[in-house]
């Protein structure tokens, strides 16, 4: 039987230095991932932490860290029940160039069996880095609303 996994690919105009920038800083996180802020040092077996408006709401530890090249951490949900009984998952960054363009291949996977988690992220994550490839290439992030991603389950 095979595990469930997430896999999300899509091409941006940018450098994989500004993507790589969009993906761990802070300030930037924040602009098009809700209000969401990611901290951390980034440094292998660091913790992570992915704070909304104030509240964690997602926990990890850094298992790689390749600038500009590779990011992989843990991923425990913190707010629901269900999904903070549930072990960690995996999720895997990696950045390829490609002339003006870079192939972002996002993976999150290693969940538990009958994980609450996996449908959340499936909706979650089109929506952030749709809006992480919008600013990167217009300067603007979407403004998707919250509901719209049928995550408040998760949440």
Wanted: hydrophobic letters at 40%; a negative charge.
């Amino acid at each position: 039987m095979s595990r469930p996994e997430f896999v999300y690919v899509t091409y941006i105009e940018t450098t994989r230095e500004k993507l790589w920038q969009a993906l761990t800083g802070s300030e930037f996180t924040k602009r098009y991932w809700f209000n969401t802020e990611l901290r951390s040092d980034w440094s292998v077996g660091s913790p992570l932490a992915l704070v909304m408006d104030g509240q964690v709401t997602d926990t990890g530890t850094v298992l790689e860290c390749d600038p500009p090249k590779r990011l992989s951490y843990t991923f425990h949900h913190e707010l629901n029940e269900k999904a903070r009984k549930e072990r960690p998952s995996r999720v895997t960054f990696v950045l390829e160039a490609y002339g003006k363009l870079v192939k972002l291949t996002l993976t999150h996977d290693d969940f538990a069996p009958d994980s609450v988690v996996i449908d959340g992220i499936s909706k979650g994550w089109p929506a952030i880095l749709a809006s992480l490839k919008s600013l990167l290439e217009r300067n603007e992030p979407l403004v998707i609303p919250f509901e719209a991603m049928e995550i408040a389950a998760v949440r």
